[in-house]
């Protein structure tokens, strides 16, 4: 079992970046991490997974701008945010997933505005 802890997220401006943060309280090197973002009013959305061996998929609003790494070493999973847009404004969860277990953070928020 693990507890999944985001941090990172705050107030930007359009075009800024941030890094995330998902920090486990065990292993990690068996799960499918991915991060998540959920906006008021929108159902909860997949925006980047990396698979055990390190294989990414994105959904396409933020390829090119967001980058998901993983520290199998440091149980920790980043997520970088680029170019930042207004749309961008959501909830962001972190999100484990090995066989029948999957776990989630409590969520950091991230406000795109000027």
């Known amino acids: 079992q693990v507890q999944l802890v985001e941090s990172g997220g705050g107030l930007v401006q359009p075009g800024g970046s941030l890094r995330l943060s998902c920090a486990s309280s065990?292993?990690?090197?068996?799960?499918?991490m991915a991060w998540y973002r959920e906006a008021p009013g929108k159902q909860r959305e997949l925006v980047a997974r990396?698979?055990?061996?390190?294989?990414?998929n994105y959904v396409d609003s933020v390829k090119g701008r967001f980058t998901i790494s993983r520290d199998n070493v440091q149980n920790t999973v980043y997520l970088q945010m680029n170019s930042l847009k207004p749309e961008d404004t959501a909830v962001y969860y972190c999100?484990?997933?090995?066989?029948?277990?999957?776990?989630w953070g409590q969520g950091t928020q991230v406000t795109v505005s000027s």
């Open positions: 065990g292993s990690i090197r068996l799960y499918a």
């Open positions: 990396i698979a055990r061996f390190g294989s990414t």
């Open positions: 999100n484990a997933v090995y066989l029948e277990n999957t776990y």
